[in-house]
């Protein structure tokens, strides 16, 4: 067999390292549409849909979830390409190598926390799980796009450790968060076996007020989580941060803003379908605009014995 020879440049390597991105970012609100839709045991056993059969019958339920399994062998793809072609980029950065590692062992990883979320009966546990290894998955693949997208020493090291740290701060409260969210949603109607006519245990812990309850503690921290992003924008600002950084936090906030107006909507209306599903997609994509003003905010300067404090907004480049 002859062997690969083609390499790749870093502008090629890093579509590469975008798409892992993007597959799977499209896989949280795929495998959102199959909760939502009352389609997560459409196939009940796994990896075969049903018996010996591999592919589901022709009902809607099962087609919907069948076709969440089938998009994880198409977010393999760019994952895996990611893996295989860090060691054909030219120059052979050993960082990108390492992180790009991640994606494949993340996709299985999801794979078979998916199938072991469907062997028992979609309950909040495994379900809780699957979505948090999801968030997990998706560090990787922004560091990866982030870390592709600079040449080392293209960006300077931060030497403003007020703003780098208080943006690196904002991550606790957003995965805690994120992690608040999944416990109120298995505690909420949406198990994801309605479609099927499956009854799925619901999270407990307060009787018929756990919900209400969890819900209310998922506001209070998002709320917390606003108003500490809004305040760090301010910082940034007041203390000359770079662009990328003020952006990347301008990013946070609106999207924030528009998760607290689809929260409030959502429990309004009683948490329709449609509704919760496309607060999962903003929930997604504000953690990953988390992680991207986390990365715009750089990697810190060591501090030099004897050396002069650097006033804000000042950079040294790194080597």
């Known amino acids: 067999m002859r062997r690969l020879s083609r390499t790749f440049t870093p502008r090629e390597y890093r579509y590469v390292a975008y798409a892992a991105l993007a597959v799977c970012t ?11 839709t009352g389609s997560g045991l459409g196939c009940p056993e796994w990896p075969r849909c049903e018996g010996t059969r591999l592919t589901p019958e022709l009902r809607l339920h099962g087609i919907i979830e069948f076709s969440n399994r089938v998009m994880t062998s198409v977010v393999a793809i760019p994952c895996v390409a990611a893996a295989i072609l860090a060691w054909r980029r030219r120059p052979f950065r050993r960082d990108l190598a390492l992180i790009a590692l991640a994606l494949p062992l993340g996709v299985v990883g999801q794979a078979v926390m998916g199938g072991l979320t469907v062997l028992y009966g979609l309950a909040p546990g495994w379900v809780i799980g699957h979505f ?3 968030m997990a998955l998706l560090v990787a693949a922004v560091a990866l796009a982030w870390r592709a997208t600079f040449e080392p020493g293209e960006r300077r090291l931060a030497s403003d450790r007020v703003t780098t740290w208080a943006v690196r701060a904002l991550l606790v409260p957003g995965a805690i968060t ?11 109607p949406h198990a994801g076996g309605e479609g099927t006519g499956d009854i799925v245990p619901r999270l407990r812990w307060r009787g018929a007020d756990t919900l209400d309850w969890a819900i209310h503690q998922h506001g209070a921290l998002a709320t917390l989580l606003g108003l500490s992003a809004v305040g760090v924008w301010f910082l940034a600002r007041a203390r000359r941060a770079d662009d990328q950084t003020r952006n990347a936090l301008t990013a946070v906030c609106v999207l924030l803003a528009c998760q607290g107006f689809v929260g409030a909507t959502q429990y309004a209306l009683k948490l329709p379908g449609e509704i919760v599903w496309f607060h999962v997609v903003l929930a997604a994509t504000t953690w990953i605009s988390l992680l ?4 715009a905010a750089g990697r810190l300067a060591p501090r030099r014995a004897g050396a002069p404090a650097p006033a804000a907004g000042e950079l040294i480049r790194s080597p």
């Open 26 to 36: 499209l896989i949280v609100f795929t495998g959102a549409a199959v909760r939502l």
């Open 292 to 295: 991207w003003a986390t990365a």
């Open 132 to 134: 948090l290894l999801s």
């Open 178 to 188: 994120l992690a608040l969210g999944t416990i109120a949603t298995a505690a909420g």
